[in-house]
């Protein structure tokens, strides 16, 4: 069973910058995949980005490109989150996943990734 914990929630001002992260242990061989949603009260959860298998290749939302950088430490099975110009747009609580043998195709989609982490809540507010 792989567990997904996240850190690096909080409160920031808009044009702030956060850094979120997420360590996957308890099989994290397991997963080859891991990306990040976000989910507002009374919306769908939405895809914010993720980093495909072990080539590495990276995929944003287009309401994020150019503002948030997701990498990862293979060595240390954490990925990682950098958000940068956020606005109150951004506030919501986001959500670790993984998966192993994601498609291309399901990177972008909740049904594609097996594990959930918790959640960790992110506000922009002045």
């Known amino acids: 069973q792989v567990q997904l914990v996240e850190s690096g929630g909080g409160s920031v001002q808009p044009g702030g910058s956060l850094t979120l992260s997420c360590a996957a242990s308890?099989?994290?061989?397991?997963?080859?995949?891991m990306g990040w949603f976000r989910q507002v009260p009374g919306k769908q959860r939405e895809f914010v980005s993720a980093?495909?298998?072990?080539?590495?290749?990276?995929y944003y939302a287009d309401s994020v490109k150019g503002r948030f950088t997701i990498s990862r430490d293979r060595t240390k099975n954490t990925v990682y989150l950098q958000m940068t110009s956020l606005n109150t747009e951004d506030t919501a609580v986001y959500y670790c996943?993984?998966?192993?043998?994601?498609?291309?195709?399901?990177?972008?989609?909740?049904?594609?990734?097996?594990?959930w982490g918790q959640g960790t809540q992110v506000t922009v507010s002045s």
């Open positions: 996943a993984a998966g192993r043998g994601v498609i291309l195709s399901s990177v972008p989609q909740e049904i594609g990734y097996r594990y």
């Open positions: 308890g099989g994290s061989n397991s997963v080859d995949t």
């Open positions: 980093i495909w298998r072990r080539e590495g290749r990276t």
